[in-house]
Structure formats: C-alpha cells, structure tokens
C-alpha cells in the first residue's frame, strides 16, 4: 500500500524560505500525478503545485516563489517554498492520483493517497 509522508514544515520568518519533502513509499504503478495542496485555518483545500508528464502546474497565488520537483524513482516529492507570506501559513499535504490531471481538488478524498500533513507558519 502506498504512504505517504510529509516533512520539512516549520515556523518561518516572512521573506523566508522552507523546502518540503514528501517520502513516497509502497508499490507505484502507472505514472500518478503528484500534488501538493494546503489548507489554511478556517478555509478550504487549496491546490498549490502539481507534477508529471513531464510538467509542472501551479496555482497563481504561488506562481514564482514555489518549486515542486521529484526524483526520477517518484518516491521523493519537494515542494521549495521562497518569498514566504503569512498568506502560506497552512497544513500541507502531499498527494497522489492515477488518472487525468485534478485541476482543482477540493478534498483530499479526491487523491488516491495523501499525507498527514506539514505545518508551516510564516510569522515575525
């Protein structure tokens, strides 16, 4: 069974950096996409980034200051977060889906497989 394992979150400092890796682990099959979605205090999923087919995606309000990235074997996903805001401040999970390309989840029951979450917190 696949899991999936979030690490890397933290208290940042706005203008501040933190990478997020995800640990991939179990049987991958196919070619699933890799996501990468946040949820902020009182709000809703967000999606944030997503990979495969050789492209990346990622949602406007990130576009510029977030990388996703993974290695060639797909068991490791990262997420480089700069210029961070207190706008970032959410739990961030990564996750997984075979099948056509999600272009706007709204629940993690819409990924085959996803993570505990990671906190980040941008504050002074």
């Known amino acids: 069974q696949v899991q999936l394992v979030e690490s890397g979150g933290g208290l940042v400092q706005p203008g501040g950096s933190l990478r997020l890796s995800c640990a991939v682990s179990?049987?991958?099959?196919?070619?699933?996409?890799q996501y990468w979605v946040r949820q902020a205090p009182g709000k809703g999923l967000e999606w944030v980034a997503t990979?495969?087919?050789?492209?990346?995606y990622y949602a406007p309000s990130v576009q510029g200051r977030f990388t996703i990235s993974r290695d060639a074997a797909k068991t490791m996903l990262y997420l480089q977060m700069d210029s961070l805001t207190s706008q970032d401040t959410a739990i961030y999970y990564c996750?997984?889906?075979?099948?056509?390309?999600?272009?706007?989840?709204?629940?993690?029951?819409?990924?085959?497989?996803w993570g505990q979450g990671t906190q980040v917190t941008v504050s002074t």
């Open positions: 996750a997984q889906k075979r099948g056509p390309r999600l272009i706007s989840p709204t629940s993690l029951q819409d990924f085959d497989r």
């Open positions: 990979i495969g087919g050789g492209s990346t």
């Open positions: 179990g049987s991958i099959s196919g070619r699933p996409w």
